[in-house]
């Protein structure tokens, strides 16, 4: 019985534009006693999730959650390990996701959020935050759900996603060409991504938006038009598949990295192709889905024993590197899900 | 037997921006022998249908109908009276809708787009380009196929019109308000409009969207936020909607008209709520539902019959104004359909 040092990164201030990580954030070093209350558990992080999102709860305006508050504890999904318990359903070395925070351990009472990790042969415990997480599940949803992909795919289908060699990207992409034989070309931000997602992952086509023959290559490699489009990135990514999008195309809208930092962004400039090709554009957040995540998490799981789909991350080792890594994330340095881990899990865990 | 001087209006350049009349359309007179080949019918065109779409039409893009090329005659739904007939399903007087452009006579063999029209007691034949013409039918699709307002329509339900006062949007407004009995909110460019949506028309609460304090207006009368926005004009009201979008809303794409005059229009900055509101945004055109246009005509029909939508009318006068007319319907000059009176019915017409 003893009290742990736990480190924590709290938001110190909202940024209008780029993050500044020097003055968004402040490390804590805070005093947290291992006495737990009625059905607590302390957990050690093991991993934290960085996600585009996390941009918008930085900000303080309606959203899909609350924002973050200034002083709080930066919010993330977490892989930790109980080292503690006083709850009858986790005991000491389990592995559990949650909504954690930026902080290497966390005291509390388990809720619906706090997720045990049935650990699977061969697969990080880390897959829980990518491909058998929340990203991988918003992947799936946006995919089946919104775009309605499963009724909708054939070898004559183009799919384009954009951010594809990003977390949720690389899960989406992988799902429409191995799981449904879509044809799919990737948006990516490099000619290694492009590289990647080509030769390892088996696209059809990656395109570098950074390339100035860009929309042309688009043009090239979307003869018919694009049937799906997964956005992840919003911006001139957006404006060019609009301008290519198929008669009663789909445009899932995921997500628009392009964006998050910008104080007025500009929006798709050529939104009136919605009407000319009677497209639909449609927004969607995983946990509307709640319901379903087992059986996407089932499907999911067979299709990585069936070898369709292939986990890929980006690790930053240490807490203290969280606000630089986000930072990074924006840039698109990580290929694949970016993520930090803050400490190895014990064989046996215990204080 | 002889030739008509027959005065069409022809695209003589395509406007980047504004449409300036003198020089984007030129008027001629030309011969037209009224001799008849095999099933042609002779046509004096009584009005013509003036629709922001015509914007669209005169650009060289890819869209949903090719493009009006130079020389052609301008491309325009018209109310006609057979004058001569080589068909035997046409005879001398009877009315037709069609897409006959702007001239004062056409001569041609009857197609699929060539709609008898049968005489409505009390209803002018200019409906037929309204109401119970195409205007009305892109209302009428755009709120049940795309908006599937029939479903889920109720007290609660809050719609907001754009273009309001504008052919399309007086339609939509209605059904909404009238024959579904939602909450309904107008959005036009003057007081006066506003008054006739509130007091003539019976919406629960209109807006200027040239106010100053337009958003905080729109703040105020969506408090429980926007389940359906019936989309017009783009631009600044469709970014105020979105920011008011509500949980699952909808966002009716019909058009654009404040974008189609603007070389390098801006798209909605605030799109981005299409995620975290899980709403939708989908365009159409009236064209795909064209199957399903006779049950639609009867709906509108009877909902006429019971006084729950009023048919409303800007008319020009002369063939010759067509230009300046177009250009005024982006002024917004009109409120109701937009038409050119070329010629009265004749009550038992010949040549």
Redesign the interface.
């Known amino acids: 019985m003893g009290a742990i040092q736990n480190t924590q990164i709290v938001l110190a201030s909202r940024p209008v534009a780029e993050i500044d990580p020097d003055t968004a954030f402040r490390l804590q070093k805070v005093g947290l006693s291992d006495e737990l209350g009625a059905d607590e558990i302390l957990v050690k992080v093991l991993y934290i999730s960085l996600d585009p999102a996390m941009r ?1 709860w930085m900000r303080d305006i ?3 959650v609350p924002p973050v508050q200034i002083n709080e504890v930066m919010r993330s999904a977490d892989v930790a390990q109980v080292i503690k318990s006083n709850n009858k359903n986790f005991k000491v070395g389990d592995l559990l996701t949650g909504t954690l925070g930026w902080q290497s351990y966390a005291k509390f009472k388990p809720t619906k959020d706090t997720v045990k990790i049935n650990v699977f042969p061969g697969v990080s415990p880390s897959t829980h935050l990518g491909m058998l997480g929340l990203t991988g599940l918003t992947a799936y949803f946006g995919l089946h759900e919104v775009g309605e992909i499963a009724t909708r795919a054939s070898a004559n289908h183009t799919v384009v996603v954009s951010g594809a060699a990003g977390a949720t990207g690389l899960v989406a992409a992988q799902i429409c060409k191995h799981v449904y034989g879509c044809r799919v070309i990737g948006i990516a931000g490099s000619q290694d991504k492009c590289e990647y997602l080509t030769k390892e992952i088996g696209l059809d086509a990656a395109l570098n938006y950074k390339s100035k023959t860009f929309f042309k290559d688009l043009c090239a490699v979307t003869p018919k038009y694009i049937d799906t489009f997964f956005d992840n990135t ?1 911006g001139d990514i957006l ?1 060019a598949c609009l301008r290519r999008i198929a008669f009663k195309g789909r445009i899932i ?4 990295i392009s ?1 998050y930092n910008d104080a ?22 995983v946990f ?1 889905y709640a319901k379903k995540y087992g059986q996407a998490i089932q499907d999911m799981s067979q299709w990585i024993k069936e070898g369709k789909l292939q986990s890929k991350e980006t690790i930053t080792e240490g807490i203290e590197n969280a606000p630089t890594a986000l930072v990074r994330l924006f840039k698109g340095d990580n290929t694949g899900k970016m993520l930090i881990r803050v400490a190895e899990a014990d064989p046996v865990a215990k204080l």
């Open positions: 918008g309606r959203s899909y919003g404006d809208v995921c997500g628009a964006t007025n962004p500009k929006g798709p400039a050529y939104y009136s192709a919605l009407i000319t090709q009677r497209a639909r554009m449609e927004g969607f957040i509307d």
